[in-house]
Each structure stands twice: as structure tokens, then as C-alpha cells.
């Protein structure tokens, strides 16, 4: 028979404050990113068609569907993010969720869109070239 684990107080206090560590850092990077959704939506879109990530047929257009998914995420709530990111989350141990939710709109929905002829390159390369701008626009 398993042993069964039961922590103690010292454990889940601890458990508690990572939790809630994780939380607060996820709610401070979503209320960044709704601060500087056309610059970031800019750099994004501006990056990946540099960097041959994206091929498409109107740089504006990527960047107008790259502020819309930038503005959905600031209004969806926790479960249609979680969703949206539940195939991609392992692809890096610890992922920016705006990095991370851009990464799986474009994968997921943009590859689809009229202007966009085509996605090159790994996840972990899209997710990569995302989160540089990500983290250079967002403190």
C-alpha cells in the first residue's frame, strides 16, 4: 500500500505562496500587456516577418490580427486561456503566458487566415522570436 502524503501547515503555506506568486505574476503580465497592446502587436508582427517566421501577404493585416488576439486575451478569462495554451505549455519549463498565448493563437488560428501564406520554423522558434518583444516591451 502507497504512502500518503499529507502537508503540513509549514508545506501548504509554502504551496500557498507559490501558487499565488504564479497567479499575481500571470494577472501583472496580462494588465502589461493590455497597456501596450499596438506596440506590442507591432513588434510581434514586425519580428516574425524579419526573422521568415511568417510568410504573409499584408504586414498589416498580421498585425491587426495580432492586436485582436492581444485584446481577447486581456478580456477571456482563465479557462479560455488555459485552453488555448494547453498544447504548448510543456514547449518551454517556465512560459510568459503572453508569449505563450500569442504563440498558440498564431499556431491554432492564424495559420488559417487569408493573408498568412505560410508558418516556418518550430514552436519553440515562434515562441522564442514572441517572447523577445514580449519582454522587451513589458517590464
Do not use: W
Not at 17 to 23: A, G, L, N, T, V
Not at 29 to 40: C, K, P, T
Not at 96 to 111: D, Q
Amino acid at each position: 500500500m502507497g504512502k500518503v502524503f499529507r502537508p503540513s501547515n509549514r508545506e501548504s503555506s509554502i504551496l500557498s505562496k507559490i501558487e499565488s506568486s504564479k497567479e499575481h505574476a500571470r494577472r501583472r503580465a496580462i494588465s502589461a500587456a493590455r497597456d501596450h497592446v499596438d506596440e506590442l502587436g507591432n513588434a510581434i508582427a514586425m519580428k516574425l516577418v524579419e526573422n521568415q517566421l511568417v510568410e504573409t501577404t499584408s504586414k498589416n493585416t498580421l498585425e491587426e490580427q495580432i492586436v485582436k488576439c492581444l485584446e481577447a486575451m486581456c478580456r477571456a478569462d482563465d479557462f479560455d486561456i488555459d485552453y488555448l495554451v494547453a498544447p504548448y505549455r510543456q514547449l518551454i519549463q517556465h512560459p510568459n503566458v503572453v508569449s505563450l498565448y500569442v504563440t498558440a493563437f498564431l499556431l491554432e488560428k492564424l495559420i488559417n487566415h487569408k493573408s498568412v501564406v505560410d508558418i516556418y520554423g518550430s514552436d519553440a522558434d515562434i515562441y522564442g522570436c514572441i517572447h523577445q518583444q514580449v519582454t522587451r516591451i513589458l517590464p
